[in-house]
């Protein structure tokens, strides 16, 4: 069974600096991974995805990510924090199977940016 | 263009009731999925709906139905409700045949507490 892991379960980091959210995945085959971001009482908006190619993938509000295949990595990034990125940020694998294209959940990660 | 949009936006049970929650696709979208999301965790994938036939399921009980109409609409039946079914349920669209490289799109989410 496919699987990602997010190891904290929240990330403090002052306005300004870099953030990083930690992600690890356990797949079998070609990883198709994603980030999402999720604010209170809201569903969840898409930030990135990995597919194939380039190992460091832009997304969505500055953030980006880096595909790292030998540590099973997908470590979402962003080098100046704004308080605006408070929020619950999800790492998720995609099982593409014949019979659909599920999503598979980390448990998140809540970021807490301060001023 | 209009979202993934679910109604109601909150819902209040009691143990053993029945529960309907609504959804309807981003326009475009053909394919349906719905997640629980319980308080602090990940979203849990429950089923996928295309061609109104249930494509994918997660480990959840029958008690857990779903449909989908000619419309791509889709409801989401839970029968015999429990107390651990409390969370908020997502509805996430997308279309088929555009493969790998499409993220899923998530409304805003139905609040469901059981008492």
């Known amino acids: 069974a496919q699987s990602v892991a997010q190891p904290e379960d929240q990330v403090n980091v002052a306005e300004g600096n870099p953030l990083t959210v930690k992600c690890t995945y356990s797949v079998s085959g070609n990883p198709y991974l994603f980030w999402y971001v999720q604010y209170p009482n809201r569903g969840l908006q898409f930030l990135l995805k990995y597919i194939t190619g380039d190992n460091l993938v832009k997304g969505s509000y500055g953030f980006e990510a880096e595909f790292n295949k030998s540590q099973t990595s997908f470590h979402l990034k962003k080098p100046s924090a704004l308080v605006s990125d408070s929020a619950l940020y999800f790492c998720a694998v995609r099982d593409w199977g014949a019979a659909g294209n599920k999503l598979t959940f980390g448990g998140g990660t809540r970021v807490l940016v301060k001023p | 263009d209009a979202g993934v949009t679910q109604s109601p936006t909150h819902l209040i049970k009691t143990r053993g009731q029945q529960v309907t929650l609504r959804c309807s696709p981003k326009s475009g979208h053909d394919t349906v999925s719905w997640y629980q999301q319980a308080l602090g965790q990940g979203p849990q994938f429950i089923f996928q709906?295309?061609?109104?036939?249930?494509?994918q399921r997660g480990n959840f009980p029958d008690r857990f139905s779903g449909h989908q109409f000619p419309n791509y609409s889709s409801e989401l039946n839970v029968n015999a409700l429990l107390l651990g079914d409390s969370a908020l349920y997502l509805c996430?669209?997308?279309?088929?045949?555009?493969?790998?490289?499409?993220?899923?799109?998530f409304g805003n989410g139905t609040r469901l507490t059981v008492t």
């Open positions: 996430a669209s997308s279309l088929a045949g555009t493969g790998k490289n499409s993220p899923l799109h």
């Open positions: 709906y295309y061609e109104e036939e249930e494509r």
